[in-house]
Structure formats: C-alpha cells, structure tokens
C-alpha cells in the first residue's frame, strides 16, 4: 500500500515518470513473498494448511498470521520470524528507489515532508503510514463524521487487498449527500439500523476487481461484471455482519443489486472513499 501512497504522489510531483514507478513496482512484486509461500518454504506449515488459511481469509476479516496461530499451525516467534523475512514495504520502496537510481535516500525525507504538510498529516502518522499497517492507515483517510464507518470501511479495504490486489490503496474519504451513478452495486444490511454499502465504477476500478474476483478476463463494463462485483461485495457484508453481530445485534443481509444506469444510495450519512485496485479507481460506500 506504502509504496503506491508515495510512488503515486511522485509522479504527481514530478520527482519520478510513471514509467519509473512501474518499473520499480514490477521489480518489488518479484521479491515480495507472501506469508504462507514463506512458512510452507521454512517447513512451518504445510501446502495444504496454508490454503486452507486463504479460503478461510475469504470468509473472516483476520490476517494470515492469526489464523495460523489459532489453528495451532504456527506459534508467535515463527508468525514474527517470516514477517521480518517478508520485510517492511516502505523500506522496499525506498532501497528499490536508491537501487534505480530513480532518488537518493536523503532525497527521500523531503517528499515525505513534502507529502505531510500537503495532506495536514502529523509526524506520528507519517509513521503509520511507513509502517504499511492497514489497520492504522485507513482512518487516516476518513474524514471525523465517517468514525462509525471506519469498521466497514477498513474490513472492505483489508478484504480487497487480501483477495483481489495487494497494492490496492485509499484516497481522501468525504461525506456526501447521495450517491447517484451509472454502473454500481449496493447492498442493504438491515439491524438496529440499516446500512447500505456498494461499489461504483470510477475509471476502471470495477472492471479489475471482477476480473480476479470472477476469474474472467472481462473487457469491458457489462452486467457479469456487476454480478461479480455484487457477488464480492455480499462477501464483504458477510465478514462485516459477524463482526458486528458479535458486538452488537444480528444483521440481515438483504440481496445484493446491480445497476447499469440510476443507481443510487441515500441516507442520512454517506461516506464515499476511493479505492485503487491495479491502480484504477473505483468508490466504496457506505451509508446509514
């Protein structure tokens, strides 16, 4: 996620092509494990456990590492030990920058300066950020009215990430009045209160998510894409509901609709977040 934030910024500032991203980008991509490949490569598990820690990712909003630990597959110092194998994104980015020549490292100082003072970040959330830790990341993107909303929010993020693309990356998050689009996807989730979530289509975003989440190389914006990206976000809803019925009270989730003209999404408060899988952009929402 860190090294699209600030790669994305370069480039919007000049201090690197997109090309030069791309290229830095596609050499990370080589190197950067994931857990499981590393655990079953160290003997700390098997294939087949490792799997069954995927397919149970795609159901509950938990990491890698903390399924294997209450599976009893791994303990916490080997969980500790292929985390540091893996190694930290933002230091990646950085020594992947030095190693094309693309910026020196005490370069690197200034756009981060630079990338604060543009988003009114404080220094302690420069560090969040450095530190590629999802959790903490997306509620510095939300605006202080969508607070009720960060749950819903940060398990779609953390969802996408874990199954669709894990380079995918937020924007600034604003609360509007409606949401009326052409080609998007809602669901309603009916408790104490009724939520509506959805995705809408922005420049390509939709297409890339229903591309891997529907295992289809789909070319162009049609009604199968909507249908899978329906299908993703009912799986969402489906994580979001068991985390809240274990707090609060049970949530209904209602069928999930598709539109290719006049969606729409009202409430008394909406968030609207834009999201980057493969570096297109789509919008979550979440309304109540």
């Known amino acids: 996620m860190v090294e699209y934030i600030l790669g994305n910024y370069m480039v919007s500032t000049g201090k690197i092509s997109q090309k030069q991203l791309d290229n830095i980008l596609d050499k990370q991509d080589q190197v950067r494990v994931k857990l499981g490949l590393i655990a079953v490569s160290e003997g700390m598990i098997t294939q087949e456990q490792a799997e069954e820690i995927n397919r149970l990712q795609s159901t509950c909003d938990k990491r890698f590492g903390d399924i294997a630990i209450e599976k009893g597959y791994m303990t916490q110092v080997q969980l500790e030990k292929i985390l540091k194998m893996q190694g930290n994104a933002y230091l990646i980015f950085v020594q992947s920058l030095v190693d094309a020549e693309v910026l020196k490292a005490e370069e690197m100082e200034n756009v981060i300066d630079s990338f604060r003072k543009e988003n ?29 909303f960060e749950e819903a929010i940060g398990i779609a993020v953390r969802a996408i990430i874990r199954c669709i693309d894990r380079h995918t990356y937020p924007g600034k998050a604003e609360m509007v009045t409606e949401v009326l689009e052409d080609q998007m996807v809602s669901q309603k989730l009916e408790g104490k209160t009724v939520k509506t979530t959805g995705f809408v289509e922005a420049e390509g975003g939709m297409l890339e998510l229903a591309s891997v989440y529907g295992r289809e190389a789909f070319e162009g914006m049609n009604e199968d894409v909507l249908d899978a990206g329906a299908e993703f976000l009912n799986c969402i809803n489906g994580m979001y ?10 949530l209904e989730l209602m069928p999930p609709e598709y539109f290719m003209a006049g969606g729409k999404i009202t409430g008394n408060k909406i968030c609207r977040i834009p999201l980057w899988v493969k570096n297109k952009k789509l919008y979550f929402v979440v309304a109540e």
């Not at 009114?120 to 009720?148: C, H, N, Q, W």
């Not at 509901?241 to 274990?246: G, Q």
Request: glycine share 6%.
């Open 120 to 148: 009114g970040y404080g220094l302690s959330d420069m560090e969040i950020i450095k530190s590629d830790d999802v959790e903490k990341i997306v509620p510095l993107f939300l605006p202080t009215e969508a607070e009720e």
């Open 241 to 250: 509901s068991a985390t809240i019925s274990a707090k609060e009270s049970e």
